[in-house]
């Protein structure tokens, strides 16, 4: 019985983990359940799975949990998260958005339980601080991410394993087939409307602009010890193949499935094992595989995103906390998703780079955040 | 320094292995040579690898051979290649054709010494008697064809791995895109137009018929104790994916890379290590792949090989042997390419099922060859 610290459980990525505790009853308990805002489902949620320990870090929503399951201790407010992971759990799940999922991964580390990671902030913005702690500390980070859960595949579950490049697949977004000169008037909703993938809108919108793609790059260069220049990424409209490892002899390994995030999920959690999940056989039958390298001027946050790894130290965290309000703004339809790469870029010219430590990382996410909205102030809106 | 007794140093695979050692003269020492018939280059192999012990087994070929180094001993005839496996090798490397290859391959297991395994005939005919007797005695049947090389390794090299399905790629053949039609008049040149893979004659003719596919499934069955119905064969005409394998999750663990046979072979010496190989490096960019199912119509010989799989006891050898006969009438131009499929067929209604042996084998070898003889002077030549 493996005994699961749940963090985001309310986001797409909690509620498939849910989706693998109910497949597997026998395999799974989750200990510890903790959600930000949905309150109402997170009510559901835990009287459905009657965790030790529940947390909900929005204390405005408080009143919305209508009952408590006998046995649930619950929390609330800014430290919810680190009561979530102070518990008797094996692994802590963290599916949490935003830098408090790096605080949850560091408080982690430090009880030495194995994190499943699904926040990009902990490696986007705190992998120079989280990796060398996991080592010491003996703790593994396991994958979530489809391309790195891919990568992990390829490596045999060896993280160490000797490799010559890494392989990154990307879809191209929602938005790939639509002509270059004609991006500057996309909405919102068309930027959602992803092909293959069903995800939070956030990280669609990532896509589209490939922002996502700078990120798992990064988060690709700590989880695998890999240096920028042995990272290609390839554009792959099907998402068949969900990542690839070259090696040495020129062998080069993929692995493929249906796009979903089950497999990726439930993977973090039982391998080297793998148990059936149904319905999620990929008839390869008729099946066209398309390999193309990225169009720069199609995605030009690409290249900042790279330009941020190249410039290292906070640059990467600056990036990842501009981004996060910049796509807030193209959402709520104030800026245009051509905007996107210029808010980026002009982010990177005003953060200066001091010394990571976690209190620099947290102070360089909220000044990124304040800086966008100041250009914005100064840009106006549309 | 691992030693090799490389089986079949002529052929196609056998000077692969040679440049493998020249590649890694540090790492691999020829111990012992065996050839057939091409003694001309064997002269040559012999003179510049210097083996402990050089047999070949022609021995109307024998006076060719120029000259034998100091420090070799020299075997000819019908037991060369038994003289060859029993050395101090640490692996056999039986790259010969057809039914002295499992003869060999027998020795070597009575030996205690691993073999990497190129020959067909050892799993096709003789799988039953081999397999059994290898595990016994705890010695290693390493693949170095292609597409089983790619399954050990997307098994990462344990044979005894648990998966749901194996998929096999099939390029489909020099005569792939003739009109169905057509394929009565194709020649033997045209069959022999492989558009990926530069292989021997009989093997390039088997490719082109599939036959060589049906004999990949038994050999699959055999090498990674699959049934048949978790065998599928994927028509991929690119032969980048040299074939998958499918687990219980739905993840397809694939290997993809240029199409050659000196990543097999250098990987059946060096694996679970993988050395590099210069200019070797597949480019992914730009890349199409495509799946489909064998179309039935096109490549009718891959159902009288199944036929013969379920049939099992010795329909597998005699359709093997058969074949060797078959395909060499086709490449003397004495029969249709049409007519291959009709003559296996007839073969397998003409042989009884005896009992399984090492002696019975040799016999229904024998006899599969003879009834291919009687077949053409009852039908005439073309």
């Given at each position: 019985m493996i005994k699961i610290a749940l963090?985001?459980?309310?986001g797409s990525i909690g509620r498939q983990v849910l989706s693998v505790v109910r497949r597997y009853p026998d395999k799974f308990k989750i200990i510890t359940m903790a959600a930000g805002s949905n309150a109402v489902l997170f009510s559901e949620q835990i009287n459905e799975f009657k965790p030790k320990i529940a947390c909900l870090t929005n204390p405005e929503k408080v009143s919305q949990i209508k009952e408590i399951p006998l046995g649930t201790q619950f929390y609330y407010g800014e430290n919810a998260l680190l009561h979530a992971v102070d518990s008797e759990a094996d692994i802590v799940f963290d599916a949490v958005m935003g830098y408090a999922g790096l605080k949850a991964v560091k408080y982690a580390i430090e009880l030495k339980k194995n994190v499943a990671l699904a926040?990009?902030?902990?490696?986007?913005?705190g992998g120079s601080l989280i990796m060398p702690m996991a080592k010491e500390a003996g703790v593994n980070i396991i994958p979530v991410d489809s391309e790195h859960s891919a990568i992990f595949q390829c490596l045999n579950f060896n993280a160490n394993k000797q490799f010559k490049n890494i392989l990154i697949t990307a879809s191209g977004g929602a938005l790939r087939n639509v002509p270059i000169e004609e991006l500057e008037k996309v909405s919102a909703n068309d930027a959602l409307m992803h092909p293959n993938w069903n995800m939070g809108k956030k990280i669609t919108i990532d896509c589209a602009t490939m922002v996502n793609k700078g990120f798992e790059v990064i988060e690709a260069m700590w989880l695998f010890n890999a240096?920028?220049?042995?990272i290609k990424v390839v554009v792959h409209p099907e998402s068949i193949v969900h990542s690839l490892v070259e090696f040495d002899d020129g062998a080069i390994m993929a692995q493929m499935g249906v796009p979903s995030m089950e497999l990726p999920i439930q993977l973090a959690l039982t391998y080297p094992e793998r148990l059936p999940i149904e319905n999620h056989a990929l008839n390869l039958y008729g099946k066209t595989l398309n390999f193309s390298e990225i169009d720069k001027n199609r995605y030009p946050c690409f290249d900042v995103v790279d330009r941020a790894i190249k410039l290292g130290g906070v640059y990467p965290c600056a990036i990842s906390a501009a981004d996060e309000r910049i796509v807030e703004l193209f959402l709520q339809g104030k800026i245009k998703y051509t905007e996107i790469a210029i808010y980026l870029e002009k982010v990177l010219e005003k953060i200066e780079n001091i010394s990571v430590t976690f209190d620099s990382l947290e102070y360089v996410d909220r000044l990124s955040r304040i800086i966008v909205d100041e250009i914005y102030k100064i840009r106006g809106s549309l």
């Open positions: 963090l985001g459980s309310t926040n990009k902030e902990t490696l986007v913005a240096k920028r220049e042995n």
